[in-house]
T-cell receptor, first 118, second 112 residues
Framework: EAGVTQFPSHSVIEKGQTVTLRCDPI?????LYWYRRVMGKEIKFLLH????????ESGMPNNRFLAERTGGTYSTLKVQPAELEDSGVYFC????????????????FGPGTRLTVL | DQQVKQNSPSLSVQEGRISILNCDYT??????FLWYKKYPAEGPTFLIS?????DKNEDGRFTVFLNKSAKHLSLHIVPSQPGDSAVYFC???????????FGQGTRLTINP
């Protein structure tokens, strides 16, 4: 079974430009999450999709960030315009829609996209 | 306001000995706790978890202990092996909320 994949693995852009990150979850996983780790700090939650619907977007930093999940499959995270503080590693994770949460709330992470804004 | 804290940024342990990684949390609503392991240039990999109704969960060389009154959990690895060298993240969630709240990570180095 293929794991969570993310593209690109690295992106270097200049301040003010636009970048789009893509995440392909594990096939059949209804739940898709975006997280971000900045400068070696904790991994912070950004948002959560259940299928194509946004379940929780409380972690999105501001309206420069736009996440979509077309048809409940892959997801994109667009940053427009990018700022210096957006630099970090963006992780995507997915989990099944557990009928019974066993193992509860376990999320499977992709390798991340390292974004550098110059 | 960091709700999950790993106060040791790094830990060095001799191969074959026990590694103990610690994690503290402040939100009493958390009822599920996980440990993830992360190698460089890879995403976090689920290691072991524990529900708040338990105080111990064991899986092979890995054991997680939960002390709810102290809002503290720990991960024990015994015996430690060189392949255990990685960054370990503690995470917590409120059942139903699904989002994970992570600590800052502890870099574990196992010395031969």
């Amino acid at each position: 079974e293929a794991g969570v994949t993310q593209f690109p693995s690295h992106s270097v852009i200049e301040k003010g430009q636009t970048v789009t990150l893509r995440c392909d979850p594990i096939s059949g996983h209804d739940n898709l999450y975006w997280y971000r780790r900045v400068m070696g700090k904790e991994i912070k939650f950004l948002l959560h999709f259940v299928k194509e619907s946004k379940q929780d977007e409380s972690g999105m930093p501001n309206n420069r960030f736009l996440a979509e999940r077309t048809g409940g499959t892959y997801s994109t995270l667009k940053v427009q315009p990018a700022e210096l503080e957006d630099s970090g590693v963006y992780f995507c994770a997915s989990s099944p829609n557990w009928a019974l949460p066993v193992p509860e709330d376990t999320q499977y992470f992709g390798p991340g996209t390292r974004l550098t804004v110059l | 306001d960091q709700q999950v804290k790993q106060n040791s940024p790094s830990l060095s342990v001799q191969e074959g000995r026990i590694s103990i990684l610690n994690c503290d949390y402040t939100n009493s609503m958390f009822d599920y706790f996980l440990w993830y392991k992360k190698y460089p240039a890879e995403g976090p990999t689920f290691l072991i978890s524990i529900s708040s109704i338990k105080d111990k969960n064991e899986d092979g060389r890995f054991t997680v202990f939960l002390n709810k009154s102290a809002k503290h959990l720990s991960l024990h690895i015994v015996p430690s092996q060189p392949g255990d060298s990685a960054v370990y993240f503690c995470a917590a969630s409120v059942r139903g909320a699904q989002k994970l709240v992570f600590g800052q990570g502890t870099r574990l180095t196992i010395n031969p």
